[in-house]
């Protein structure tokens, strides 16, 4: 079992449509979670942390956590072409935090006008 | 407050000839990470560093790669007699402590092997 786990995708949604990415991950321990987005052939850019279980939301993004299944969501409302990437779930490795982190695959999105 | 720099941000290399990466990190972050991102794959970690000291090596390969991050200067990834198999994106990240674990990334340094 992967440590941390997408679907590849792509993922295909109309514009003004909510899109929905998952993530699990493995270690039981782990903390703190990430969504990265990035954009193809540049660098990754942090667009969400979560630390607890239940929502987080900033503008129109939303992340889900629920420690107990193990896994981890984000929600993008009213998606938009320039949302149109891959979004990559990021969880530290371990529950030191040892600084490492590890990466799923990656979710490509894409959002049709 | 400038980002993460990494330079150069193309680098051509012939079979054999040795590759330096550079890293900067963000105003104020003393931790530093560097992956590896091979085409059609996902980011691998490769190794954590804090000033003069490797802290985590476990993502780096045994031979030819090595890292490091002096008391002054940037960060500095060096793979020697490259092959083609180590053409790929290289991107190195930053933050302001081990705890406070959120890495903001580079640009990246986009390494061809010929």
């Known amino acids: 079992q992967k440590e941390v786990e997408q679907n590849s995708g792509p993922l295909s949604v109309p514009e003004g449509a909510i899109a929905s990415l998952n993530c699990t991950y493995s270690d039981r321990g782990s903390q703190s979670f990430f969504w990265y987005r990035q954009y193809s052939g540049k660098s990754p850019e942090l667009i969400m942390s979560i630390y607890s279980n239940g929502d987080k939301e900033d503008g129109r993004f939303t992340a889900q956590l629920n420690k107990a299944s193990q896994y981890v969501s984000l929600l993008i409302r009213d998606s938009q072409p320039s949302d149109s990437a891959t979004y990559l779930c990021?969880?530290?490795?371990?529950?030191?935090?040892?600084?490492?982190?590890?990466f799923g695959q990656g979710t490509t999105l894409q959002v049709k006008p | 407050n400038a980002g993460v720099m990494q330079n150069p941000r193309h680098l051509v290399r012939r079979r054999g000839q040795e590759a330096r990466l550079r890293c900067s990190p963000m105003?104020?972050?003393?931790?530093v990470y560097w992956y590896r991102q091979l085409p059609e794959e996902g980011l691998k970690f490769m190794v954590y560093?804090?000033?003069?000291?490797?802290?985590?090596e476990s993502g780096m390969p045994k031979e030819r790669f090595s890292a490091e991050f002096p008391k002054e200067g940037p960060s500095i990834l060096r793979i020697q007699q490259v092959v083609r198999g180590d053409s790929a994106a290289y991107f190195c990240a930053s933050s302001p402590s081990r705890d406070e674990n959120i890495q903001y990334f580079g640009a990246g340094t986009r390494l061809s092997v010929l």
């Open positions: 990021a969880v530290p490795h371990g529950s030191s935090n040892t600084g490492k982190l590890i």
């Open positions: 560093l804090q000033k003069e000291n490797i802290i985590d």
């Open positions: 105003k104020g972050h003393s931790h």
